[in-house]
C-alpha cells in the first residue's frame, strides 16, 4: 500500500510560480511511475504531467508544456512539480498518484492509477 501526500499549494497572482511537493509512503522506487493530475470545479479530471517507471521519460500535458516540471528524488521518497508562469486557467486542486510498472504517454491518464493523494488546491488569480 502507498499512501501520498501533497504539499505546496497555495495562492499567486497570474504569472507566478508554486512548487509542489507529493511524499511517499512507501519506496516508490524507479519501478513505480508517478503523475501529477488536476481538476478544476465543473471540469474533468487532467493529468498535467507524469514519469515513468525507470524515469526515462517525462510526459506533459499541451497546455504546461515549458512552464511546469515534474522531477522526483529517490531518496526522499518524493515526486515535485515546479509550475512557473502560472496562469488562472491552472487553478485547481492538483493530486500526485503512482503505480507500479508503467509506461508511455498513457500514464498521463487517471485509469493508470491505483494510488492517489487527497490533493493540494492551487488558486491562480489575474
Known amino acids: 500500500q502507498v499512501e501520498l501526500v501533497e504539499s505546496g499549494g497555495g495562492s499567486v497572482q497570474a504569472g507566478g510560480s508554486l512548487t509542489l511537493s507529493c511524499a511517499a509512503s512507501?519506496?516508490?522506487?524507479?519501478?513505480?511511475?508517478m503523475g501529477w493530475f488536476r481538476q478544476a470545479p465543473g471540469k474533468e479530471r487532467e493529468g498535467v504531467a507524469a514519469?515513468?517507471?525507470?524515469?526515462?521519460?517525462?510526459y506533459y500535458a499541451d497546455s504546461v508544456k515549458g512552464r511546469f516540471t515534474a522531477s522526483r528524488n529517490h531518496a526522499k521518497n518524493t515526486l515535485y512539480l515546479q509550475m512557473n508562469s502560472l496562469k488562472p486557467e491552472d487553478t485547481g486542486m492538483y493530486y500526485c498518484?503512482?503505480?507500479?510498472?508503467?509506461w508511455g504517454p498513457g500514464i498521463l491518464k487517471g485509469p493508470t492509477y491505483n494510488y492517489w493523494g487527497q490533493g493540494t488546491q492551487v488558486t491562480v488569480s489575474s
Open positions: 498518484a503512482a503505480q507500479p510498472f508503467c
Open positions: 512507501a519506496n516508490t522506487n524507479s519501478n513505480y511511475c
Open positions: 514519469i515513468e517507471t525507470g524515469g526515462s521519460s517525462i
